[in-house]
């Protein structure tokens, strides 16, 4: 599967961004999806994660509450609405697909362990100001 994320850019804290993140090659209704970020000069984190249907979702504790990811089998697209953004919020946001296949469907172990996703989108870059 190939990723393509997009809608990142300046934002001032308090803003809102949504983030979309476009697939193609397989059956993207076939895959676990997660978001991932990574700010400057640090390690890669989880952000959230959604299962096939969308009826599951998994959030890192730093975004609860404020994000939301949400998806479009039918648009083969993977949203993250971003709400409430702090100038930590500032990075590199990278979408994802599972790694690991069972039954014709991925999914991961793990959600939140980025080792657990095969494919990466190129990252949007989201900047918060105060």
């Known amino acids: 599967v190939q990723l393509q994320a997009s809608g990142g850019g300046p934002v001032q804290a308090g803003g809102s961004l949504r983030l979309s993140c476009a697939a193609s090659?397989?059956?993207?209704?076939?895959?676990?999806m997660g978001w991932f970020r990574q700010a400057p000069g640090k390690e890669r984190e989880f952000v959230a994660a959604?299962?096939?249907?969308?009826?599951?979702?998994y959030y890192a504790d730093s975004v609860k509450g404020r994000f939301t990811i949400s998806r479009d089998n039918a648009k083969n697209t993977v949203y993250l609405q971003m709400n409430s953004l702090k100038p930590e919020d500032t990075a590199v946001y990278y979408c994802?697909?599972?790694?690991?296949?069972?039954?014709?469907?991925?999914?991961?172990?793990?959600?939140?362990?980025?080792?657990?996703?095969?494919?990466w989108g190129q990252g949007t870059l989201v900047t918060v100001s105060s």
């Open positions: 090659g397989r059956t993207f209704s076939s895959y676990v």
């Open positions: 959604i299962n096939w249907s969308g009826g599951s979702t």
């Open positions: 994802a697909s599972a790694r690991y296949v069972d039954g014709g469907r991925y999914y991961t172990a793990c959600p939140y362990l980025d080792y657990e996703y095969e494919y």
